[in-house]
């Protein structure tokens, strides 16, 4: 390995994550020399890092796809309106941080900074196009997640889904990066590019070092985006961590893995039957959908049913990954050369744009959904729930419409965007993902996707159903009010329904992520 | 003592560390089982190194092996954390992740 010298101009492409590196910085080092007990400043300085690295990011998207930092990252719109959303995601989840940390009297100053290190960590993953470099990312973001599930400190539950998730995590990684080591050997290269160039040589040589890498570097991404069989740990670390936090894991570090994992798999199938790869995202799309939504069903524990709905979710974003592979598109793309620097033409690669204008659409519909309906739960807690057993349950969202109309209707709305509801940006996602599926020749696919989101609504509905048709008990709390949590649940709400309505302007963004870096 | 005499020492190495994880009840044993799985894979990395020439493999090592000691030493801080909550480490992860 020649060490590479980089210059300054090598780092511009990668803005977006030095901007979160460095307030993440500054506020450690406020933490040093300020000595104020009030840390909503923090949340603020935060909250304007990530506007200003979404901005860099947003304006990012419109260059032409291209390798970054020597081939070690790549730029391409498909990463850099991930990085956007990352960023999007993060600024929602501060603010909802923010009351909820004050709230509870847990106002501590490494909280801000861990957030953004994980955006970071997000961030890069997301442009990682090399083994060391995507290994690295992943344990920043990894590493940052564990201490912030573990944070509020108090009762047994913080400590034991910190503890789950660092092991379930580092079991992850270990997969990956042996998986990583196995393909490393065989094709003697880190560099996703090289690596790719490579593998059909290395495929006549040591098919089963090559294939036991491949199945690994899958297995540990698997446990990261949270696909059936491999979500065991989600339901308890969701509801352990604290409720901005868990907002954050399901928005924002399940993109970056989703967009990681698409990333190296596209540079990774070269030289392999296509019908392999197809028949694994395939069953994997088809196990998490279902699975998530029926595990979901009994759940009365509202934390924890959206936990379940966040694999469910993840199956519908793996039915996109599945059409991206299907042996229609790959054929295509096999045709148009490594790099597709230029927005694809012709009817098959049509498809491929709808695919990847699909799966970014959903991923940002998510994004804010998901923030508002955690954050609207956040708003829900009390400290002295922490050592008792039922938090999230249904009945505390009993007769919520009659107490406070506003935060029952804004529940509603993402619960109906969660289920798939028109006029939300849930219902256009999932409309824009199956459609392309079914373009890219997935009907049965994207059929038993239908299917299993009609008994997704049945869980989001009763939550409906308890705030607006039950009477409140007498001791239903009251959602506490700190103006950055409900800045936070208003813009998730206006985007909820305004991107659901106008989808316009983003989708015709969304659609030059055509220009993506792989095959 | 061939690459794949490595291979294999480093995939019995992996296998013991996945079978510690499942197994131990003790947080830290869990603890040392990741460590196991993370360095069967350093071994890999390095004897790949020689196999292949260059240094890549063995870059890949060091950023491992350092990122390993981060990753451990958050995690070393939440058994501290679990044993102030619970006053003990011990914990079934087959039985308590099983739903």
Same mark, same amino acid.
């Given at each position: 390995?020649?060490?590479?010298?980089?210059?300054?101009?090598?780092?511009?492409?990668?803005?977006?994550?030095?901007?979160?590196?460095?307030?993440?910085?500054?506020?450690?080092? $406020?933490?040093?020399?300020?000595?104020?007990?009030?840390?909503?400043?923090?949340?603020?300085?935060?909250?304007?890092?990530?506007?200003?690295?979404?901005?860099?990011?947003?304006?990012?998207?419109?260059?032409?796809?291209?390798?970054?930092?020597?081939?070690? &990252?790549?730029?391409?719109?498909?990463?850099?309106?991930?990085?956007?959303?990352?960023?999007?995601?993060?600024?929602?989840?501060?603010?909802?941080?923010?009351?909820?940390?004050?709230?509870?009297?847990?106002?501590? =100053?490494?909280?801000?900074?861990?957030?953004? #290190?994980?955006?970071?960590?997000?961030?890069?993953?997301?442009?990682?196009?090399?083994?060391?470099?995507?290994?690295?990312?992943?344990?920043?973001?990894?590493?940052?997640?564990?201490?912030?599930?573990?944070?509020?400190?108090?009762?047994?539950?913080?400590?034991?889904?910190?503890?789950?998730?660092?092991?379930?995590?580092?079991?992850?990684?270990?997969?990956?990066?042996?998986?990583?080591?196995?393909? +490393?050997?065989?094709?003697?290269?880190?560099?996703?590019?090289?690596?790719?160039?490579?593998?059909?040589?290395?495929?006549?040589?040591?098919?089963?070092?090559?294939?036991?890498?491949?199945?690994?570097?899958?297995?540990?991404?698997?446990?990261?985006?949270? &696909?059936?069989?491999?979500?065991?740990?989600?339901?308890?670390? +969701?509801?352990?961590?604290?409720?901005?936090?868990?907002?954050?894991?399901?928005?924002?570090?399940?993109?970056?893995?989703?967009?990681?994992?698409? @990333?190296?798999?596209? !540079?990774?199938?070269?030289?392999?039957?296509?019908?392999?790869?197809?028949?694994?995202? $395939?069953?994997?799309?088809?196990?998490?959908?279902?699975?998530?939504?029926?595990?979901?069903?009994?759940?009365?524990?509202?934390?924890?049913?959206?936990? +379940?709905? $966040?694999?469910?979710?993840?199956? +519908?974003?793996?039915?996109?990954?599945?059409?991206?592979?299907?042996?229609?598109?790959?054929?295509?793309?096999?045709?148009?050369?490594?790099?597709?620097?230029?927005?694809?033409?012709?009817?098959?690669?049509?498809?491929?744009?709808?695919?990847?204008?699909?799966?970014?659409?959903?991923?940002?519909?998510?994004?804010?959904?998901?923030?508002?309906? !955690?954050?609207?739960?956040?708003?829900?807690?009390?400290?002295?729930?922490?050592?008792?057993?039922?938090?999230?349950?249904?009945?505390?969202?009993? =007769?919520?419409?009659?107490?406070?109309?506003?935060?029952?209707? &804004?529940?509603?709305?993402?619960?109906?965007?969660?289920?798939?509801?028109?006029?939300?940006?849930? #219902?256009?996602?999932?409309?824009?993902? !199956?459609?392309?599926?079914?373009?890219?020749?997935?009907?049965?696919?994207?059929?038993?996707?239908?299917?299993? $989101?009609?008994?997704?609504?049945?869980?989001?509905?009763?939550?409906?159903?308890?705030?607006?048709?039950?009477?409140?008990?007498?001791?239903?709390?009251?959602?506490? @009010?700190?103006?950055?949590?409900?800045?936070?649940?208003?813009?998730?709400?206006?985007?909820?329904?305004?991107? =659901?309505?106008?989808?316009?302007?983003?989708?015709?963004?969304?659609?030059?992520? =055509?220009?993506?870096?792989?095959? | 003592?061939?690459?794949?005499?490595?291979?294999?020492?480093?995939?019995?190495?992996?296998?013991?560390?996945?079978?510690?994880?499942?197994?131990?009840?003790?947080? *830290?044993?869990?603890?040392?089982? *990741?460590?196991?799985?993370?360095?069967? *894979?350093?071994?890999?990395?390095?004897?790949?190194?020689?196999?292949?020439?260059?240094?890549?493999?063995?870059?890949?090592?060091?950023?491992?092996?350092?990122?390993?000691?981060?990753?451990?030493?958050?995690?070393?801080?939440?058994?501290?954390?679990?044993?102030?909550?619970?006053?003990?480490?011990?914990?079934?992860?087959?039985?308590?992740?099983?739903?």
């Amino acid at each position: 390995m020649i060490i590479p010298h980089f210059t300054l101009n090598d780092f511009l492409p990668v803005m977006p994550v030095g901007v979160l590196m460095a307030a993440a910085i500054v506020l450690m080092l $406020s933490e040093v020399f300020l000595t104020s007990t009030t840390r909503t400043y923090q949340a603020i300085i935060a909250a304007l890092a990530s506007i200003v690295a979404g901005g860099i990011a947003v304006n990012n998207a419109f260059e032409p796809a291209r390798l970054v930092l020597q081939g070690y &990252a790549v730029l391409d719109p498909f990463s850099s309106w991930t990085t956007a959303m990352v960023c999007l995601g993060t600024f929602l989840a501060v603010l909802l941080s923010a009351g909820f940390l004050k709230h509870r009297n847990a106002e501590r =100053g490494e909280f801000y900074a861990l957030m953004l #290190f994980a955006a970071a960590g997000m961030s890069l993953l997301s442009l990682s196009a090399e083994f060391i470099t995507l290994f690295i990312n992943l344990e920043v973001l990894s590493v940052a997640t564990y201490a912030l599930t573990a944070f509020l400190r108090r009762g047994p539950r913080p400590s034991e889904a910190g503890f789950k998730y660092f092991i379930l995590g580092a079991f992850a990684a270990a997969l990956l990066l042996y998986g990583a080591a196995l393909i +490393y050997g065989a094709t003697g290269a880190t560099k996703l590019v090289e690596v790719s160039a490579a593998l059909p040589a290395a495929f006549a040589k040591s098919p089963a070092l090559v294939y036991a890498g491949l199945g690994l570097v899958l297995a540990g991404f698997a446990f990261k985006v949270a &696909a059936v069989p491999f979500h065991m740990w989600t339901p308890d670390v +969701y509801e352990g961590a604290p409720t901005p936090v868990t907002a954050l894991m399901s928005a924002g570090v399940k993109a970056a893995a989703f967009v990681a994992m698409v @990333r190296t798999f596209l !540079f990774l199938v070269k030289g392999i039957d296509p019908v392999i790869p197809f028949t694994v995202f $395939s069953l994997l799309a088809l196990l998490t959908m279902v699975g998530g939504n029926l595990l979901a069903l009994p759940q009365r524990n509202v934390k924890r049913m959206l936990a +379940y709905s $966040s694999i469910a979710h993840a199956g +519908y974003m793996l039915l996109g990954v599945a059409a991206l592979f299907a042996p229609k598109l790959v054929e295509a793309g096999a045709k148009v050369g490594v790099l597709t620097a230029t927005p694809l033409t012709g009817t098959a690669q049509d498809v491929s744009v709808a695919v990847y204008k699909g799966l970014l659409f959903y991923i940002l519909g998510y994004t804010v959904t998901s923030l508002g309906a !955690f954050g609207t739960i956040s708003a829900l807690e009390r400290r002295e729930d922490e050592t008792r057993g039922n938090t999230w349950d249904l009945e505390r969202f009993a =007769g919520l419409a009659q107490r406070k109309p506003g935060w029952a209707a &804004a529940m509603a709305l993402f619960m109906l965007s969660l289920g798939g509801v028109p006029p939300t940006v849930g #219902f256009l996602g999932k409309l824009f993902l !199956f459609s392309a599926a079914v373009d890219a020749g997935l009907l049965g696919l994207a059929i038993v996707g239908v299917l299993s $989101s009609v008994i997704g609504v049945y869980f989001y509905l009763r939550v409906v159903v308890y705030m607006f048709m039950r009477p409140a008990p007498i001791d239903a709390p009251a959602p506490f @009010r700190h103006w950055t949590t409900e800045l936070a649940l208003v813009t998730s709400a206006v985007l909820v329904v305004g991107l =659901g309505i106008l989808p316009g302007t983003i989708t015709e963004w969304f659609s030059r992520v =055509g220009m993506v870096f792989g095959h | 003592m061939g690459l794949i005499g490595y291979l294999l020492l480093a995939a019995g190495l992996f296998s013991l560390g996945v079978f510690g994880l499942v197994t131990r009840k003790n947080a *830290v044993g869990v603890m040392v089982a *990741v460590e196991l799985m993370a360095n069967a *894979v350093n071994l890999n990395l390095v004897a790949f190194s020689r196999f292949h020439g260059g240094n890549t493999g063995q870059v890949f090592a060091l950023f491992s092996i350092a990122i390993t000691v981060a990753e451990v030493v958050v995690g070393l801080a939440l058994v501290i954390l679990l044993f102030r909550a619970r006053g003990d480490v011990t914990l079934d992860l087959a039985s308590e992740l099983k739903e």
